[in-house]
């Protein structure tokens, strides 16, 4: 082995770290230097942030406003400060990126915070920048459905422009390397006291031609080919009418994330169908005007919001809103909520998902037969305090494992198709 | 044990073994699916390439975006309407003097089932085919959207100043109507008529029972039709009445007559039921002894029976030609044994025969027993005499305006024809029907009614009983209530609603001292549907006792040896008059005996197709023209058994011209033959009757052999009183397998390891004793189910979609191979009704033979089919011993090759649809599920209320409307049950194979172990030991 052969190997192991350079700087932001990511930080972060700025701001979806994460790394941190202490000092100066931001969030009014200390703002940017990362998978999830998901983490249709351009990028090193190589070659070629070894190593020739036919490459690559083929058409199969993560736009940009979430009212005030029967009950405008007879708007701001105004509109003339069905069972199924809610007492979360992080509700759960009957097999039945289990109980106590629905016939047809 | 040596079968072509049938009977799916309509079988190549070419396109368009769909909810939703959970309604179905309390399920405000009101104590939980498809005629195209003048379709405000003015210059005015049971409606007439001045009602009905009322004045001095206790008879003689079918309130009485025919080993009674008639009706099937007689005959039977009876009695007799009728002279035996808990009826309309038929039973004590006058009912106050007078009038010109009463003379009134040629003649003529009909061509005013589902209302169906009818849905069209439009019309703008709350407050509330808050009182009536007056009753009259005269009129009109053929016109259980004739599920619900659908027919002897060449296979069938005075009709001919000889039967209520596109052209029109020249509709044609056979060919759709049992005859087990008295095992079979020397029973040897069914185990008990065969379960399971209609010349294929039918079976002392034999066994066999559904077997043979595993047995017993999994082998049909699974050869909905099937092709038919039941698409197997959706969500209810399952929560929608109890259904598990006790199973048996220690239950087909959890019970005839 001679340096000059380890030269290869050096040439190698460049490439290689190209490419996961490449592939690292594409997945992640960097935040500025400057801000801490110690917990501490972090912790006193979020009780600012949870006092001044969760009303209107979340990390990684855009609400009122934008979402922050990774805002050190969009602007400056100067400019990051100026803005949290005192954002419209920062747009009446007529500073281009504030006023193009605050024209963006429909010209909303963020408050100053100028009681905030420098110590304190930067351990809100730390929050913002290291913080509640759960927070942030969650939210990708959401953004997914949301047409603008504009700032944030990296939007996925970008993240495809940007791994094709590496790809193009890294095929190029690739061709400038392969081209060194065989610049490194004519020249090794031309010294002549190279040993009976090296000399071998450089004038092997692969041939390329001889490779491609071989019965062996044939079959390996038509295995592949067919293999890949049939799992993509299976895929594709098992996901028709499938509609997982269906965001689609409603009528009235009604937030679950405000009402349930932030407000906290009860999934069955609205809802009220979920415990007497089998459909929910998308709520009739008469339940938004229990609360809407009064608030007009989001905290804070004057006159009727465009969406509120929606609902008046429809409730005033008699108007039903037609809203856009996301949990769509085909007809041959049936499906009982009060079954599942009053009797077995499942959360509405369990099928449902994270509803009250949801600012625009989207299909949760891939409502397959699989995912059904998946939960009939693990789901113990709750029978304490309701007699109509008592003798099922009883016969089944000689049992070592739990009642399940499995058990009392939940994974029969009739139970859900007739 | 006695073997049954009755030859059994189901049309004449299976007694006689018929080629044909044979054929038929050995495939299970006759006739090839016509794909191509050209007659061009099977496919080609070509076809495979599109075909192709067409799953491909299908295939990706099923991977593209699923459409967006819409959830809409109320604006305002109303506080007791949950879309999901269903709201009951009890109110009032009151039809030309059909009457019965009902309740009706709504879902998200559509009505969709109709079922009896428990605290009714007239009709009770009970319905009838009619009122079960009633809820559908509220969906009909056919009806009128509003107010018409001259088929120019105006708004209410037009039309009442119109009619209004006209109204007050038109002079005399006649409103007429089918009989009215509501006391409101009779106020908002009374006002209507202070204000118009010369106003009179006319009341006739289209299956008229004047003669009684005529004979109650003639015999009481009251025009009165009394109630009768068919419960409390013992026997019971009936002259050609049809009670359990068609005759006054047949709900009434068939829960009566059942009552009175549940046995068991602990007592072992029932009533002795003898009838005389010339078709064979419903009830003749179910009589004890049943003897055919000619119509001219019918009235000197009367005679002779009151004779047979006046002689034992002591009284006087009367002058009558003799006459020999089998079993009459038995009949007056037993009648007088039974003096006081007998009782006598006649179908006839002629006042005179009825005159002796309440003298027979005032001979007989009878009054105040099994006939009631103190609670006389109300159902029938046609009066035949004051319509034709009124025809003849109208006729003259002397009546100045006419209102059609939601009733449709022009049909369905024995005159039609002379009158829509009078209405002419009146000033002004109104109808009020809330579809478009016969007479509403006729005339110049549509003030289209609401349908019934719609009104409010009031009922007074006998004293003291009461009952109220509240809308169920806003009406779905710009109609109007006809009270209200009468009221308006006198120039009283109340809504009817508040009217009839006022009639409610100033009447039955002050005159009650129960609830002293209005509001209270009056939600309590609608709550229950109706309010009982005990001490309201009528005054008996006191029989004149003389009946002489009427005598000497019976011995000049009939006469034992008429030599002619006579007619005797009926009408069936299903279309009845005819008023719903456009109503797709009694359309192709089977005659309970002749077992045919969409179409009516000349029901002739054995004899009669004997003499005249006539051979009937398989509904083939020949046409013939009928004759009746002048008027000839070509309708083709049925060979029925049990018909009296030299008599003919042709049911009314068909041939309808402007029902809808349903029943139009569906068979001939038998109105015009009825007979009023004598003062009342006479229904029996005896003279001027000429048939004669055509050389046409015609196929009647009859669905009796579609399924066979391939010659096993003890699918049927019966016995008589008498030997079940002395055995309660009489008349079963108790098959036994042979095996290794030993004769076991079948359920001893099995392949099966057996089900447990640890919760519940849902098991369906049918008492083929009490079955009348009426056929109200199968139009509840229709209606509950989704159950399509497929048309008659599917039914000709043999691909009618019931879930449940009602087996016919006719049985003969002995078979027969030739014509002659074939009379004598045709002549007056018994019959008995077998209602058939899925058995549910425990070892279900459809299950082990489904290659996708699409039906399969639950843990409560159930045999679940599945219809996403089905792929249409037909295995399971094929591997079915009872013949129950039926096929979607065709995709019924959505499907323009189908309009008849309204409730699934109609925008606003498919509103009657159980949303809870998936329809069926084209290409799958379906079958009875023994209502599992009813299961499942009564069990939800009670887990959700935390407590154990009731028994009676659940209900199969068969059992519900059977008016009966001939079918039990419930939880063999629970020792408690109703069907348990009937079934006397051991306590804590939570095997699939119970014990049941029950004599008379049995299984159909024991012998093949399938192990059914529907039990049969055996059929016990009220027949001497030796008569079986």
Sequence with gaps: MTIKRSLFGVIHGISALLVAFFLFTGMAYAAHPDVSDSEDAIQAGQSLFNANCRTCHRLDQNYTGPALRGVTERRSLDWAKRFIVNSQALIQAGDAEAVALFREYNNIVMPSHDFLSDDDVMNLLAYIEYGDTAEASAGAAGAEGTAEGAAGGIPSEYLTIILVVLVFVLLLILVVLGLIVSVL???LSQDQDLDQDDKEFIDQKTDIKKVFTSDAFIIIITTIVVALVVKTALDGLYNVGIQQGYAPKQPIAYSHQLHAGEYEIPCQYCHTGVEIGKSAN??????????????????????ISPEIAKLYDAYDNNKPIEWVRIHNLPDLAYFNHSQHVAVAGLDCQTCHGPIEEMEVVYQHSSLTMGWCIDCHRNTEITTQGNEYYDKLVQLHSESKDALKVKDIGGLECAKCHY | MKENKKTYWKGLEQLTNDPAFVKNADREFPENLPLHKNGDGGSNRRDFLKMMGFSLAAASLAACEAPVRKAIPYVNKPVDVDPSVPNYYATTYASGGDYASIVVKTREGRPIKIDGNDFSPITGSATNSIIEASVLSLYDKQRLTGPHINGEKVDWAALDADLGA???????????TNTLLSPSTDKAIEAFSEAMGDVEVITYDPLSNFGILKASEQYYGKKVLPSYHFDKAKTIVSFGADFLGTWISPIEYARQYSQGRKISKESPEMSRHFQFESNLSLTGANADYRTPIRPSQSGLAVLALYNLLARRGGASTVNAPAIDIANLERAAEELWANRGQSLVVSGSNDPNVQVVIHAINELLGNKGETI????AAHFRKGDDERMIQFVSDLNAGRIGAVIFYNCNPCYDYAGAEELTAGIGKAKVSVATTESRNETCNAVQYLAPDHHYLESWNDYNPKPGEYSLAQPTITPLFDTRQVQESLLRWAGNNTSYYNFIKQNWREGYFTEQDQVSDFDMFWDGCLHNGIYRVEAEVEEVPEAFGDISAAAQAIGRAYSADNQGVELALYTKIGIGSGAQANNPWLQEMPDPISKATWDNYLTVSQKWANDNGLKMQEGGTKKARLTVNGLSIDVPVLVQPGQADGTIGLALGYGRTVAGRVANEVGVNAYPLLDHSKGFVNYDITEGVSVELLSENYRIAQTQTHQTYMGRNFVIQ?????????????????????KEGKFYKPSKISLWSGHKYSQHHWGLAIDLNSCTGCSACTVACQVENNVAVVGRDEVLNRREMAWIRIDRYYSSPEGATENKELEKAADNPEVTFQPMMCQHCNNAPCETVCPVVATTHSSEGLNQMTYNRCIGTRYCANNCPYKVRRFNWFKYHDNKDFPMNTPQNDDLGKMVLNP??????RGVMEKCSMCVQRIQAGKLTAKKERRKLQDGEINVA?????????????DMNDPHSKVSNLLKIKENDISANKEVNEERAYHVLEEINVSPNVWYFTKIRNKDKNEA
């Design chain 1, 185 to 187: 070659k004519k020249y």
């Design chain 1, 282 to 303: 998308i709520p009739s405008a008469n339940i938004c005007m229990n609360c809407h007879m009064h608030i007009q708007n989001v905290d804070g701001k004057e006159g």
């Design chain 2, 166 to 176: 006209k109204l007050r210059s038109a002079g005399s005015i006649k409103i007429v």
């Design chain 2, 372 to 375: 009631d006058f103190a609670k």
């Design chain 2, 718 to 738: 019966e016995s008589t009183l008498g030997e079940y008295k002395e055995d309660p095992n009489a008349g079963r079979y108790h098959p036994e397998i042979y």
């Design chain 2, 916 to 921: 809870d039941v998936t329809v069926r698409v």
């Design chain 2, 958 to 970: 068969c059992a519900v409307a059977c008016p009966t109890e001939a079918l039990v259904f419930g």
